[in-house]
């Protein structure tokens, strides 16, 4: 009788993200919600400001195509902050997802850099100290320049739109997409990934523009699933 074969023993896979990258998002994040809260509108601006505050307040629909997830989530800032105008609780949250949406770009940038830095050959040998600071300094400066650009400002903490809140969502499905490609067999992230970018059809249908780019970015690493 022929032997079963013995079940494959999982590979372990070493975190991607090391301290250094994590530190980069904190500081990151920490500094663009600051400056984001001390200049937040006090009240209703101009523009969709107040429609889309009463859709916030009633978890209602919005002018077409009706932003189901962005409604939703604004609604649950002005649920659970018990201080505040709606507009400023709108804005509050608008200011978390965007601040965050910059911490995940510092972290992705930290990692890349450490990446980058290992596949030249004449930095390979450069301090470990070094390569840290390089990293970290280059994810903050990053994740700043988006967060504190004068468009992702106002569009955050200005006037309540639409406009940008899709990109902290769109920076959340490429880390999850960067952290597949690191350990291909952990298709739960890919699967993720998917999912959050599912969310942002709903957020603005003009991020359905990125899909042929996601999908070439998955055949390059799986050109089966690619494919499929």
């Not at 978390?96 to 290992?118: D, K, N, T, Y």
């Amino acid at each position: 009788n022929a032997t079963p074969a013995a079940p494959a023993v999982p590979v372990k896979v070493p975190p991607m993200f090391r301290r250094i990258d994590w530190l980069a998002l904190i500081i990151t994040f920490a500094s663009v919600w600051a400056v984001y809260l001390w200049t937040l509108a006090p009240e209703l601006t101009l523009e969709d400001s107040g429609e889309l505050c009463t859709g916030s307040y009633y978890a209602g629909i919005p002018h077409p195509p009706g932003y189901p997830f962005w409604a939703i989530y604004s609604w649950f800032w002005t649920f659970i902050l018990p201080i505040g105008n709606v507009a400023w609780r709108v804005e509050v949250g608008q200011s978390f997802a965007a601040a965050m949406g910059c911490g995940l770009l510092a972290l992705m940038v930290s990692r890349g850099s450490s990446m980058l830095i290992e596949g030249i050959e004449d930095l390979k040998n450069i301090p470990k100290q070094w390569e840290n600071l390089i990293c970290m300094v280059s994810g903050s400066v990053a994740g700043a320049l988006l967060g504190l650009g004068g468009f992702m400002w106002k569009e955050s903490v200005v006037i309540n739109r639409i406009s940008v809140f899709g990109v902290p969502w769109m920076i959340v499905m490429l880390v999850l997409m960067m952290r597949w490609m690191y350990a291909p067999q952990q298709r739960r992230y890919l699967y993720l990934a998917m999912l959050v970018f599912g969310w942002c059809a709903t957020i603005h249908q003009s991020l359905l523009l990125s899909a042929p780019a996601v999908e070439i970015l998955i055949a390059l690493i799986s050109f089966k699933l690619g494919r499929d």
